[in-house]
């Protein structure tokens, strides 16, 4: 009689056990959130979902923020780009490459609340990486931050199963902080995120490039100059799109414009040279060639294109007499 | 492994052979790319190093079940920052998954616990 009742006991304590630690599991130990309406001044309500699957919130939450920059996709199309069968999960280094492969940038943000705030704020959803785990179990998790209530601190997310996960900031914190507080904004390459900076923007464009169409790059390298008209990395971008483009004036002025800011940035320095050369100004290139050549650290793996340019503009030069010159 | 080593060098010449091809032919003008690589790099053996990188996580993700036609794009998608780090790091890196498992793992650990201290008595019924 004892024994029943006694092993009766034992089966209510585990019970109680097991939902004690499926729920700490599952909600990170929260105590139930008050419901929070809908409201567009708060929450990027328009953002799509995509409830995941079984270990794939990976390219679920890859296929929400694509798709909130116009991107039709989906977490189906993307797995094949970003899961890794064996580590039952997604890195995050291929997230960001599969975005470019997308012909969306990907910036990561720093590592503060602040920063995710302020995309908020500009429209951006927030792709975070969280650890949902416990008693020193990793459970890696990705999820989409549309929103964030102040007055309640309270985020709102695309997570997993649910299109309306609502976490209270301190409870969201513990759980971004494992993974160093990464968190990265996709934006269309015409539409710099706020936090982003000339050279971020100007560097996520490079690595993004051979997907993109031409008109793309040349239309984002001219957002670019307009927000960042005296960024070093942004004129030198635009002076070579013009320059390829074969607009001379343009892009002469840029690289004037950058050494300006900047009278040893080397690439400025040669590609003005060359620039010069093709408008027909070889002393003047031949001069800036001159300075280049000075400005080239040993072992470089831009002394090819340096000396190349030399070279031409030596063979130029003693014929410049009657050269027709316009860029002064 | 002095196979994978060949198959490894193999891919390594390749890749760098499509690499170097495409650095002779920008010569005179330096585009951005080109500076921005230059930034990131001390010279030739940088282009090696990630010839290789990119060969080891190729031939890794296949060792983890990713189909090898899809490898071979990933790996070529990576930057060279970014394969260093997959190449050294793939077991470690954090991979999100969200695994329900480890939730099943983390109740079986506690169930265990208890039933080794004593304080529940559930397996011994089998």
């Not at chain 1, 304590?13 to 105590?31: D, I, K």
């Not at chain 1, 904004?185 to 997907?211: D, K, M």
């Not at chain 1, 001159?290 to 014929?319: F, G, H, I």
């Not at chain 2, 983390?106 to 004593?118: A, R």
Request: hydrophobic letters at 50%.
């Amino acid at each position: 009689m004892s024994s029943t009742s006694s092993r009766s006991s034992s089966r209510l304590v585990v019970a109680a056990l097991s939902a004690l630690v499926g729920a700490t599991a599952l909600t990170g130990c929260t105590t139930r959130l008050p419901p929070l309406p809908e409201d567009p001044r708060r929450e990027l309500a328009s953002v799509p979902f995509f409830p995941q699957t079984i270990h794939q919130c990976g390219p679920a939450a890859l296929a929400t923020v694509l798709g909130a920059t116009g991107v039709t996709t989906t977490p189906e199309q993307l797995s094949p780009l970003v899961y890794i069968p064996g580590r039952r999960g997604s890195l995050q280094v291929e997230m960001l490459a599969a975005a470019r492969s997308q012909g969306r940038l990907p910036f990561v943000l720093e590592p503060r609340f602040a920063a995710l705030q302020a995309e908020l704020t500009a429209g951006n959803p927030v792709l975070v990486l969280q650890d949902l785990g416990a008693l020193g179990i990793r459970r890696w998790h990705f999820a989409v931050v549309v929103g964030f209530a102040p007055d309640q601190d309270v985020l709102i997310l695309r997570s997993g199963t649910e299109r309306r996960r609502l976490e209270r900031r301190e409870q969201f914190l513990r759980t971004w902080q494992a993974g160093d507080y990464w968190a990265a904004v996709l934006t269309h390459p015409n539409q710099p995120p706020a936090t982003a900076t000339g050279s971020s923007f100007i560097r996520a464009l490079a690595a993004t490039e051979r997907y993109l169409a031409p008109e793309s790059i040349s239309a984002a390298n001219a957002v670019a100059l307009a927000r960042w008209p005296a960024d070093p990395l942004v004129l030198l971008a635009n002076g070579n799109q013009a320059y390829a483009a074969g607009q001379l004036t343009t892009a002469i002025s840029r690289y004037r414009a950058l050494l300006a800011i900047e009278p040893t940035h080397l690439a400025g320095r040669n590609n003005l040279a060359s620039a010069l050369l093709d408008a027909g100004c070889p002393r003047q290139a031949l001069a800036q060639a001159e300075q280049a050549a000075s400005l080239l650290p040993t072992d470089s793996p831009l002394s090819a294109a340096v000396n190349d340019t030399l070279v031409k503009a030596r063979a130029a030069a003693p014929v410049a007499a009657t050269s027709t010159c316009s860029a002064e | 492994m002095q196979f994978r080593q060949t198959v490894l060098a193999i891919t390594a010449a390749c890749f760098l052979a499509l690499g170097l091809q495409t650095t002779t032919a920008s010569a005179g003008v330096i585009g951005t790319q080109a500076y921005l690589s230059a930034e990131a790099r001390a010279g030739h053996l940088a282009d090696i190093n990630a010839a290789i990188s990119r060969a080891d996580v190729q031939a890794q993700l296949v060792s983890l079940g990713v189909d090898p036609a899809n490898a071979v794009t990933r790996a070529a998608a990576l930057s060279d920052a970014e394969l260093a780090q997959v190449a050294q790091e793939m077991n470690n890196l954090p991979a999100g998954g969200d695994g329900l498992l480890a939730v099943v793992g983390i109740v079986f650990v506690v169930l265990m616990i208890l039933e080794l201290t004593g304080v529940i008595d559930i397996f011994k019924k089998f």
